[in-house]
């Protein structure tokens, strides 16, 4: 296969167009939406930000150091905790390209700084950055001592196992209100579930469900 130059790689990342694991941005003018993508990417399978690119793969370079420095400061300043990164220049077409490409965290949930301060850990789902639930939550912050082997159900997890299994997409306040049993239960519940790979999250028509894996 031909070594593809800097200017070929670049071409060839814009051709897959905005998925789960890259976006396209124009320019940076919000170091809060940075911040927002970083903790999506980094909360997920990590990914791609193409600087200087337009939603429609056309490029329109960068202008200016200002756009790096506002990278650093939405990883660094407005993420918690900070997310790991690499910065790279391109030359395509005549113009400035820069890749920023985010690993996955092994500290979850990394969080994004509002306008007002206020943290918000956000996951990426196919090409857009959505605030995690509560159950997304519980997931990364549940203690070592509860990922040991699953050995039996208690009644509760039987239960709203049943109505999982009745229904085909239930959400979290669905859950709550079938079951009768406490939000913080629930939440709890299904971020194990989630663990063990019995339970997945689904997102549809702009909200997360919560449904049995098929086996």
């Given at each position: 296969?031909?070594?593809?130059?800097?200017?070929?790689?670049?071409l060839e990342?814009?051709?897959?167009g905005?998925?789960?694991?890259?976006?396209?941005?124009?320019?940076?003018?919000?170091?809060?939406?940075?911040?927002?993508?970083?903790?999506?990417?980094?909360?997920?399978?990590?990914?791609?930000?193409?600087?200087?690119?337009?939603?429609?793969?056309?490029?329109?370079?960068?202008?200016?150091e200002?756009?790096?420095?506002?990278?650093?400061?939405?990883?660094?300043?407005?993420?918690?905790?900070?997310?790991?990164?690499?910065?790279?220049?391109?030359?395509?077409?005549?113009?400035?390209?820069?890749?920023?490409?985010?690993?996955?965290?092994?500290?979850?949930?990394?969080?994004?700084?509002?306008?007002?301060?206020?943290?918000?850990?956000?996951?990426?789902?196919?090409?857009?950055?959505?605030?995690?639930?509560?159950?997304?939550?519980?997931y990364?912050?549940?203690?070592?001592?509860?990922?040991?082997?699953?050995?039996?159900?208690?009644?509760?997890?039987?239960?709203?196992?049943?109505?999982?299994?009745?229904?085909?997409?239930?959400?979290?306040?669905?859950?709550?209100?079938?079951?009768?049993?406490?939000?913080?239960?629930?939440?709890?519940?299904?971020?194990?579930?989630?663990?063990?790979?019995i339970?997945?999250?689904?997102?549809?028509d702009?909200?997360?469900?919560?449904?049995?894996?098929?086996?």
């Amino acid at each position: 296969m031909k070594e593809l130059t800097g200017e070929a790689y670049i071409l060839e990342l814009i051709k897959e167009g905005e998925h789960q694991q890259q976006d396209f941005k124009f320019e940076i003018s919000d170091v809060c939406k940075i911040a927002k993508s970083l903790s999506a990417f980094a909360n997920t399978d990590g990914g791609r930000l193409l600087i200087g690119v337009k939603d429609n793969g056309k490029i329109a370079g960068v202008h200016s150091e200002e756009e790096q420095y506002m990278i650093q400061a939405a990883a660094e300043m407005y993420c918690v905790p900070a997310v790991d990164y690499e910065m790279t220049t391109f030359l395509v077409e005549g113009k400035q390209v820069l890749l920023a490409d985010i690993k996955p965290s092994e500290q979850r949930p990394v969080c994004a700084k509002d306008e007002n301060g206020k943290l918000w850990a956000y996951i990426r789902v196919a090409d857009e950055n959505i605030l995690a639930t509560p159950v997304h939550l519980r997931y990364w912050q549940q203690d070592e001592c509860e990922r040991g082997e699953l050995t039996a159900f208690t009644e509760k997890e039987q239960h709203l196992l049943s109505l999982l299994n009745d229904y085909r997409l239930l959400s979290l306040n669905k859950c709550c209100k079938l079951s009768g049993l406490p939000r913080h239960t629930i939440i709890r519940l299904l971020a194990r579930f989630i663990r063990y790979g019995i339970v997945e999250a689904v997102y549809q028509d702009q909200k997360f469900y919560f449904t049995q894996r098929n086996s």
